[in-house]
């Protein structure tokens, strides 16, 4: 028998679960209302009304043993149900992952879970294929063109948005519901792909952003971790002596708009108004632009910041050439992972706000699982991602990870794993109030998307920085740009 449905009776029995609960619960399970009738009446429930066969089999069951007939019904009617509900899964179950980080030290784990999903699913056979982010757009494209899809796919919620406008998706507010809403932790609305109204994409899980830095520097300096703007602008420039800068943030696209248009959301401005009307030429976002190109102007961050790589940066903080820095779990990770007494050096806050009161706002990352509508299995593709969410194996993968990646359940969140631990709370508080770039008040939008792989929001800090636009300029010809694409969609 199924180790949740027998839990879910053994609660049941124990009076500590409802008959109102029971009913919604096993029914989730796939049981049919004639089955928990039966276990029901089984179990001495008057409140039960069975049809005449299932009272017969139920007055049979409690003659022969009252104290273990309600048990056997129930298991019988539970694991029946399940396995007539198995019986509609069969064939292939394919998924396109993106758990290529790491060096792939993911893929094993998600291959051992398809595996178990095989064995839990008789008549199911499943492939995962791993992609990078350029090699899973492109061969998707071209999977769609030809009608061929897999089942499952997984993405950042911008590329998953625009499969779901273009009708590439299945609606998922039935799985959503099976693994019960209630059991997610509270995201910003971007948090999920949403379009008119109708959820294609479930979070995975998600990543932001906060400011790490070495606490010896910050010692030695007699600074504080900063809590707004000032702060982190006088302790940046404190911090940069000699061939060591105070702070740095990724200029290469995407990283720029991801660092300055949270600040802009925190000082008050939304890319998006209530209406879906463009928004980015209003003061907050002024602010916030020329704050993030303040850095190099003031010498804090290096000037050739604009011609380094991700890795580049990264590099610089690791070596201590840098002492704060705009950045993610994954970083920490893989600090950690070359050199363990340097990473118990390094600590983390929230994103300063431009004002004491502010709300603090960081980038919103992460990877959304979703169907394809045209792929030959939609009912394995939703049978497998409703897999993938459960406990303990869930919380169990989302920890090895190391907290690169944040886990999107309640009950794998609250652990001390990660309640415990500085850098991963830190990340966690980030986490309930990150954006992306339409802001929290319209939601996403599909040509969010486009705006970002076209540098629409990164442009804006890279010409500031290098003289080609004044803010004002760089902030009149990012809107310009956002209402094109807007009329385009």
Same mark, same amino acid.
């Given at each position: 028998m199924d180790l949740? /449905?027998?839990k879910l009776i053994e609660a049941y029995e124990a009076g500590k679960v409802s008959r109102r609960n029971f009913m919604r619960r096993a029914a989730l399970m796939g049981v049919g209302f004639g089955s928990l009738s039966t276990f029901l009446a089984a179990c001495g429930d008057n409140t039960a009304t069975p049809a005449a066969s299932a009272t017969t089999a139920a007055a049979s069951a409690t003659t022969a043993a009252p104290a273990a007939s309600a048990t056997t019904a129930a298991a019988a009617a539970v694991t029946t149900a399940a396995a007539a509900a198995a019986t509609?899964? =069969?064939? $292939?179950?394919?998924?396109w992952s993106r758990e290529t980080f790491s060096n792939g030290v993911r893929q094993p784990i998600i291959n051992a879970r398809l595996a178990e999903f095989e064995k839990a699913?008789?008549?199911v056979t499943t492939k995962a294929q791993f992609l990078i982010f350029q090699e899973s757009v492109q061969k998707t494209q071209a999977a769609l063109a030809a009608g061929s899809p897999p089942e499952v796919g997984q993405q950042g919620p911008d590329v998953a948005l625009s499969f779901a406008a273009a009708k590439n998706l299945l609606p998922l507010d039935d799985v959503v519901a099976s693994i019960g809403k209630d059991k997610f932790v509270e995201l910003q609305r971007e948090a999920y792909v949403e379009y008119q109204g109708v959820t294609y994409g479930i979070p995975w899980y998600a990543e932001t952003r906060v400011l790490m830095y070495h606490k010896d520097l910050l010692e030695k300096a007699g600074v504080q971790p900063p809590t707004t703007w000032d702060e982190w602008s006088a302790a940046? %420039?404190?911090? =940069? +002596?000699?061939? $060591?800068?105070?702070?740095i943030f990724g200029l290469e696209s995407p990283g /720029?708009? $991801?660092?300055?248009?949270?600040?802009?959301t925190s000082a008050g401005g939304t890319v998006l108004d209530k209406d879906g009307k463009v928004s980015v030429n209003t003061q907050p976002f002024k602010d916030a632009? +020329?704050? /993030?190109?303040?850095?190099? %102007?003031? %010498?804090?961050?290096?000037?050739?910041a604009v011609t380094y790589k991700g890795a580049e940066v990264i590099k610089l903080f690791q070596l201590k050439k840098v002492a704060m820095i705009y950045t993610n779990g994954q970083t920490f990770e893989d600090i950690r992972g070359i050199d363990p007494t340097l990473a118990a050096n390094i600590g983390a806050v929230t994103i300063p706000v431009k004002n004491k009161g502010d709300t603090s706002r960081s980038f919103l990352g992460g990877f959304h699982l979703f169907a394809f509508a045209k792929a030959k299995n939609p009912e394995g593709a939703? /049978?497998?991602?409703?897999?993938?969410y459960q406990n303990p194996w869930y919380s169990d993968y989302m920890q090895k990870t190391g907290g690169a990646a944040l886990p999107v359940l309640k009950d794998s969140i609250n652990i001390d794993?990660? $309640? %415990?631990?500085?850098i991963k709370k830190s990340m966690l508080d980030q986490l309930k109030t990150a954006v992306r770039y339409a802001g929290p008040v319209f939601g996403n939008t599909p040509y969010m998307g486009q705006a970002e792989s076209q540098a629409v929001f990164n442009t804006p800090v890279i010409n500031v920085i290098t003289g080609k636009s004044t803010v004002d300029q760089a902030i009149a010809d990012c809107e310009a740009a956002l209402n094109k694409l807007k009329a385009a969609q």
């Open positions: 949740e /449905a027998k509609k899964i =069969s064939g $292939q179950v394919e998924i699913n008789p008549g940046a %420039k404190k911090l =940069s +002596t000699g061939d $060591q800068y105070g702070f /720029a708009g $991801q660092f300055w248009i949270p600040l802009g632009l +020329t704050f /993030a190109s303040s850095f190099i %102007k003031d %010498k804090s961050m290096p000037e050739a939703k /049978a497998l991602i409703k897999y993938m794993f990660y $309640q %415990k631990d500085p």
